[in-house]
């Protein structure tokens, strides 16, 4: 069974704290991306990876930043978090070399900055 | 750059009844395209991908490359459908996905 992990369900920050977001992967897939979740506004890209140390920028990159130094973990890293970030965050993992990828995804991390 | 629209943001039927989920895209190239649902407190799966061809849980999406359209249709609805729906394209290959803003689905019996 495919699993994409991400380390918490629900967090609680406090605005400019810096947030580390986790998310792993036993798949072996190459590609791992973040987005947020948000009602009426659905999945919004924030940055994706193709392969360890490679990172990309996706629709709203602001404000964030991310870490790939394995295969299997892709990090979000808010640096100085701001109310506007509150947010459903989902990884998610996908195959690289088939044409149709099914991106597995995680079960979120809510968070919340107060 | 490639956009998914899903114009309603939340969609009620009576049990039994047919429905649709309406998704347009607009992209120059062939997309792929994609259905994902999320049931409640459940991670976001993948539905059913147009290139198969198939039916999942009774719903079926056909690319109208004319209309730009994968709409997402099931006869007859079933209150266990109830959920939230998004239509997503990729350019292909392992290009991220691109969603649309999603669509409630509420099935009342």
């Known amino acids: 069974d495919v699993k994409v992990t991400q380390s918490s369900r629900y967090l609680v920050k406090r605005t400019g704290e810096k947030v580390f977001l986790e998310c792993v992967q036993d798949?072996?897939?190459?590609?791992m991306f973040w987005y947020r979740q948000d009602p009426g506004l659905g999945l919004r890209l924030i940055y994706f990876?193709?392969?360890?140390?490679?990172?990309e920028k996706g629709d709203i990159p602001e404000g964030y930043s991310v870490s790939r130094e394995k295969k299997e973990r892709f990090s979000l890293i808010l640096e100085s978090a701001s109310t506007n970030q509150t947010s459903m965050y989902l990884c998610?993992?996908?195959?690289?070399?088939?044409?149709?990828?099914?991106?597995?995804f995680g079960q979120g991390t809510r968070l919340t900055v107060v | 750059a490639q956009r998914v629209t899903q114009p309603e943001k939340l969609l009620s039927v009576f049990k039994g009844a047919p429905v649709e989920l309406k998704c347009n895209y607009s992209?120059?190239?062939?997309?792929?395209l994609f259905w994902y649902v999320q049931y409640s407190r459940q991670r976001l799966q993948l539905l059913l991908r147009?290139?198969s061809r198939e039916s999942i849980k009774g719903f079926t999406a056909d690319l109208n490359k004319g209309e730009t359209s994968f709409h997402l249709k099931k006869p007859f609805a079933q209150e266990e459908d109830s959920a939230m729906y998004y239509c997503?394209?990729?350019?292909?290959?392992?290009?991220?996905?691109?969603f649309g803003k999603g669509t409630r689905l509420s099935v009342i019996a």
């Open positions: 998610a993992s996908s195959l690289t070399g088939h044409l149709i990828d099914e991106a597995f």
């Open positions: 798949m072996d897939h190459e590609n």
């Open positions: 990876s193709y392969d360890v140390k490679m990172k």
């Open positions: 992209y120059s190239g062939s997309p792929e």
């Open positions: 147009h290139i």
């Open positions: 997503a394209l990729t350019r292909g290959g392992n290009t991220p996905l691109v």
